[in-house]
């Protein structure tokens, strides 16, 4: 069973930037897709991109092409969200997740999740 922790969320201005981390620990990388999704009160959870290790390739919503970006660091077993030109609704709790699926996209692809982080974009 694969460990997931996030870190990096916070508070930051409309158009502003911001990177995620998830640190993994139990299982490697190489076996798995990790995937970001977030959410926001009264709504589902909502699948933003994922970074596919035995393909080796990145995949993303329509709704955050050209400015999010999914990249990994093997050496420390990292996976990072940079967030760019944040808007306001982008305001969720980001939840970083594992999967042994094939290209998943859906929450109940995914196996492990890591606790979530808060990311709030002000106005």
């Known amino acids: 069973q694969v460990q997931l922790v996030e870190s990096g969320g916070g508070l930051v201005q409309d158009g502003g930037s911001l990177r995620l981390s998830c640190a993994a620990s139990?299982?490697?990388?190489?076996?798995?897709?990790m995937g970001w999704f977030r959410q926001v009160p009264g709504k589902e959870r909502e699948f933003v991109g994922a970074i596919s290790w035995s393909r080796d390739h990145t995949y993303y919503s329509e709704s955050v092409k050209g400015r999010f970006t999914i990249s990994r660091d093997s050496a420390k077993n990292t996976t990072y969200l940079q967030m760019n030109s944040l808007k306001p609704e982008n305001t969720a709790i980001y939840y970083c997740?594992?999967?042994?699926?094939?290209?998943?996209?859906?929450?109940?692809?995914?196996?492990?999740w890591g606790q979530g982080a808060q990311v709030t974009v002000s106005s």
């Open positions: 139990g299982r490697t990388f190489s076996k798995y897709t």
């Open positions: 997740a594992c999967s042994t699926i094939s290209l998943p996209t859906k929450e109940d692809h995914f196996n492990s």
